[in-house]
């Protein structure tokens, strides 16, 4: 299914028992249910729960607790089960929170809806897991919102692909690019705006300048970030790093942007997490340019 989040890879009624508790779908056995501790490790973890490794534990409990915090701010997790087992998620949040990429009022957002990531990695389709998460946002939002808004991509890859929201009569209200807001209003609503990054990097004199904006929101983002300060911290007062965590409103809201990556000026994304290696060289390469320019002079 060609359905994701931004953390599904870092590495390269139908009412039920109670409304928008548990929602039944088409296939045997299979709910959607609200988030609790039974399945935080999946949703933390970006559905990487077979991941074992040093990194995907930091990332779980930075994630983890921005969950904990929003949750208590008016979040909602949507989780996909079947017999016990989750299959997938979608989050379910209020556009005047920390939204990913826009801003508006009145309306439910989803930053990110994903399958396990071995179901998005054999780019498995057709099941009806995405539809009904979305359905369940939708019976969530109606509560207390007059619409759901979602930034999807005009692309053929399986993060957020602006086909799949117009197939659930999504509309389209703004494009940027391959960048789409797409919304579906239930009453009167205005539009959400895009976000517009309103920051200018400040390099060092004398030193390389790393300027790392990251959102706990984002398993990549957050497994980045962890890179960055690691292989930052390898070349000691040669280098510079300033970080800006988007998941605080203040700052998302002043800079508009909610991941980015900057070294001596120059942005730099891989779109997964950035790779230590790669990291590493382009640090070297901007502090032998340095070298070169001071003996030049």
Same mark, same amino acid.
């Given at each position: %299914?060609?359905?994701?989040?931004?953390?599904?890879?870092?590495?390269?009624? &139908? *009412?039920?028992?109670?409304?928008?508790?548990?929602?039944?779908v088409?296939?045997?056995d299979?709910?959607?249910v609200?988030?609790t501790?039974?399945?935080?490790?999946?949703?933390?973890?970006?559905?990487?729960?077979?991941? @074992?490794?040093?990194?995907?534990?930091?990332?779980?409990?930075?994630?983890?607790?921005?969950? #904990?915090?929003a949750?208590?701010?008016?979040?909602? %997790? *949507?989780?996909?089960?079947e017999?016990?087992?989750?299959?997938?998620?979608?989050?379910?949040?209020?556009?005047?929170?920390?939204?990913?990429?826009?801003?508006?009022?009145?309306?439910?957002?989803? =930053?990110?809806l994903? +399958?396990?990531?071995?179901?998005?990695?054999? &780019?498995e #389709?057709?099941?009806?897991?995405?539809?009904?998460?979305?359905?369940?946002?939708?019976?969530e939002? /109606?509560?207390?919102?007059?619409?759901?808004a979602?930034?999807?991509?005009? $692309?053929?890859?399986?993060?957020?692909?602006?086909?799949?929201?117009?197939? @659930?009569?999504?509309e389209?209200? +703004?494009?940027?690019?391959?960048?789409?807001? %797409?919304l /579906?209003?239930?009453?009167?609503?205005?539009? =959400?705006?895009?976000? #517009?990054?309103q920051?200018? =990097?400040?390099?060092?004199?004398?030193?390389?300048?790393?300027?790392?904006f990251?959102?706990p929101?984002?398993?990549?983002?957050?497994?980045?970030? $962890?890179?960055?300060?690691?292989?930052?911290?390898e070349?000691? &007062?040669?280098?510079i @790093? *300033?970080e800006?965590?988007?998941?605080?409103?203040?700052i998302?809201?002043?800079?508009q942007?909610?991941?980015? @990556?900057?070294?001596?000026?120059?942005s730099?994304?891989?779109?997964?997490?950035? =790779?230590?290696?790669? +990291?590493?060289?382009?640090?070297?390469?901007?502090?032998?340019?340095?070298r070169?320019?001071?003996?030049?002079?």
């Amino acid at each position: %299914m060609g359905i994701g989040g931004r953390g599904a890879e870092w590495d390269h009624t &139908e *009412k039920g028992q109670d409304e928008n508790k548990i929602l039944q779908v088409s296939r045997t056995d299979v709910r959607i249910v609200d988030l609790t501790d039974e399945h935080m490790h999946f949703v933390a973890s970006c559905t990487h729960v077979d991941k @074992l490794d040093e990194e995907t534990e930091k990332v779980v409990a930075v994630r983890e607790a921005w969950l #904990r915090k929003a949750l208590a701010k008016g979040l909602r %997790m *949507k989780v996909a089960v079947e017999g016990g087992t989750p299959l997938g998620f979608a989050h379910c949040l209020p556009i005047e929170l920390e939204t990913w990429g826009m801003s508006g009022k009145d309306l439910m957002t989803v =930053p990110c809806l994903t +399958l396990k990531y071995d179901r998005v990695y054999r &780019e498995e #389709r057709g099941s009806g897991l995405g539809r009904a998460l979305m359905k369940s946002v939708e019976q969530e939002a /109606k509560k207390s919102k007059k619409g759901v808004a979602v930034l999807a991509y005009a $692309h053929d890859f399986w993060f957020m692909p602006a086909s799949f929201f117009s197939r @659930l009569r999504y509309e389209e209200v +703004l494009r940027e690019g391959d960048t789409v807001i %797409m919304l /579906k209003a239930f009453a009167p609503v205005e539009p =959400p705006f895009m976000h #517009r990054p309103q920051y200018r =990097p400040s390099p060092v004199e004398g030193k390389v300048t790393v300027e790392a904006f990251w959102n706990p929101i984002c398993a990549t983002s957050i497994a980045e970030i $962890h890179r960055v300060r690691d292989v930052c911290s390898e070349f000691g &007062e040669e280098v510079i @790093l *300033k970080e800006f965590n988007t998941g605080d409103k203040g700052i998302l809201d002043t800079y508009q942007i909610s991941r980015a @990556l900057f070294i001596d000026g120059a942005s730099r994304c891989w779109g997964y997490a950035a =790779p230590r290696d790669e +990291l590493r060289t382009v640090i070297e390469q901007a502090l032998e340019e340095k070298r070169r320019g001071r003996s030049r002079t």
